[in-house]
């Protein structure tokens, strides 16, 4: 349910309508807009009675939501998400770069890395003290070090800092080095850590299941949003197809049906996505076509001797090569970098 307030409603009468929800044992998400206030309603269990709300005063409406993600969904909050960041700004009418290797590696490595992106504009830096890796002999991320190393690099450029959470045991530390904590393909259905993730401060990069529909996608969004945290941006990274020629099938095509079932940013990573780092730059500008509000791609100083994802991971040369033609285009996507 959605209680649309009227637009000179007063704070008093939103509180009110929030204590009502509250009183039934349900929640209140207040979602100020443009013109009026809107309260979403969950953790009810079945059937709201409308009438509750449309006899309080300074109440427009009361509006059934039908979708299971309620908080994610268009029908709840019309607008595009923005996520406003030191760095600038994430959402509609902008598209925004995170790049970065795949592993936080040595402090020259990462700090020569964002030197380089934040001469040519680039908000994030992007790397893993955490790796999900498919083999546990293969290098796991430098861990606690390695939040100590992206603080390093966003004291010394100002960076952004875009790193992954795998377990909630390392929550509080990941969340105090974070600007956006990632949520991998793996964890998409860890719900104890979305539920955990829900109360961070710090906005949510929610990586794809590599086997989930869009549904199961924007169900994960909602725990996250649900627990109070509505800064998610997802992030389309490929799914599992019966394909050969790619590491995974980028799928592009969920960027029309995302965008309009959900209010949320979405980016997309065609590093991982296609596992090939001659093929990211066409998949990087068909994203910027297709829809998305930005990209996630791996770059490293010297790929081949990258400690994870070499193989996909642009260098130096073919990121700025990318980066110059997508600021070229995104105008006239109605898009600035
Ligand atoms: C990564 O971003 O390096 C990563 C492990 O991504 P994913 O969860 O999409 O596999
Ligand atoms: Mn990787």
């Not at 209680?3 to 100020?32: L, T, Y």
């Not at 800064?231 to 990274?237: A, F, G, M, P, S």
Request: net charge neutral.
């Amino acid at each position: 349910m959605l209680v649309v307030m009227q637009s000179h409603a007063m704070q008093a009468q939103i509180d009110k309508v929030v204590r009502v929800i509250e009183e039934q044992g349900m929640s209140a998400h207040v979602m100020p807009g443009a013109t009026r206030t809107a309260i979403g309603i969950t953790g009810n269990t079945g059937a709201v009675d409308k009438s509750l709300f449309e006899v309080l005063d300074g109440v427009e409406e009361a509006i059934r939501v039908t979708k299971p993600y309620k908080l994610a969904s268009r029908e709840m909050k019309r607008d595009d998400t923005t996520i406003e960041f030191a760095q600038g700004t994430v959402g509609p009418k902008t598209f925004t770069m995170i790049a970065g290797p795949c592993s936080v590696e040595s402090e020259a490595t990462m700090l020569k890395t964002a030197e380089h992106l934040v001469a040519r504009g680039v908000m994030f830096l992007r790397a893993g003290a955490f790796k999900p890796r498919s083999s546990p002999y293969s290098f796991q991320g430098l861990g606690l070090e390695g939040l100590r190393v992206l603080e390093k690099c966003r004291a010394k450029t100002g960076i952004g800092i875009v790193t992954e959470l795998m377990d909630t045991e390392h929550a509080s530390a990941v969340e105090d080095a974070a600007d956006i904590i990632q949520i991998g393909t793996r964890n998409m259905q860890n719900f104890s850590l979305l539920k955990r993730v829900g109360k961070c401060r710090k906005p949510v990069l929610l990586k794809r299941g590599m086997s989930s529909t869009l549904e199961e996608w924007l169900m994960a969004a909602e725990y996250v949003m649900a627990g109070g945290n509505y800064q998610v941006i997802l992030c389309e990274r490929g799914i599992r197809s019966f394909s050969d020629h790619s590491r995974n099938t980028l799928d592009l095509s969920v960027i029309p049906p995302a965008k309009a079932l959900c209010h949320l940013p979405l980016f997309v990573d065609p590093s991982h996505g296609t596992g090939k780092r001659a093929y990211v730059p066409a998949m990087a500008l068909a994203s910027l076509a297709a829809g998305a509000d930005g990209l996630l791609i791996e770059a490293h100083p010297e790929p081949d001797r990258a400690m994870s994802d070499g193989a996909q991971s642009l260098d130096f040369a073919a990121l700025d090569a990318l980066l110059a033609r997508l600021k070229a285009l995104a105008p006239a996507f109605g898009r600035t970098m």
